[in-house]
């Protein structure tokens, strides 16, 4: 090799990003979705919190009066509130549908977008609640891990009726 070449490999090797070892898969996000919604038919917040990063966030809106309400929370705080509110739901169904999933180029991120169906039985009154998922995923000590979801919060039945 001469002079000019390892420069170049080194230079090359920066260019195209992470080590094959250290790049996301489309399969690890997918196991992660799938690990953690197994976790959430069984009321498991413990396994749930396993896979969000320290520095995790979740934001919901939904419709609160004539307007969107916003809520930020973090890791504990959204840990707390699944937490309580599977303690007091008599009953809970749980079903994630039309996932899509993407690895950034970098390859250390991830994002996928999902609707998340909830069916919860409260005091005797059922209701179905449906959330448009954005959810984002990080390389985090060589493991996948999500880092925020956001969305957008239906509350009712959001199930459109027959024919629309």
């Known amino acids: 090799m001469d002079r000019y070449t390892v420069p170049l ?12 070892a250290e790049r996301m898969t489309e399969q690890q996000i997918r196991q992660v979705i799938q690990a953690t919604d197994a976790a959430a038919q069984e009321r498991d917040t413990g396994s749930i919190g396993g896979y969000l990063s320290e520095d995790f966030e979740k934001i919901i ?3 609160h009066e004539k307007y969107m309400a916003r ?28 996932t899509v999933i993407h690895v950034m180029p970098d390859g250390v991120s991830g994002l996928s977008y999902s609707t998340v169906t909830e069916n919860v039985t409260l005091d005797g009154d059922s209701m179905v609640s449906r959330f448009r998922e954005h959810a984002f995923y990080a390389l985090e000590d060589d493991r996948v891990v999500i880092t925020r979801i956001s969305g957008h919060t239906l509350v009712g039945d959001t199930t459109p009726a027959s024919g629309q």
């Open 61 to 63: 809106e939904f419709p």
């Open 71 to 98: 809520v930020k929370l973090d890791k504990q705080q959204y840990l707390e509130l699944i937490d309580d509110g599977w303690d007091s739901a008599e009953s809970y169904r749980y079903h994630r549908g039309e």
């Open 9 to 20: 490999l080194a230079a090359l090797l920066l260019a195209c990003g992470p080590l094959a």
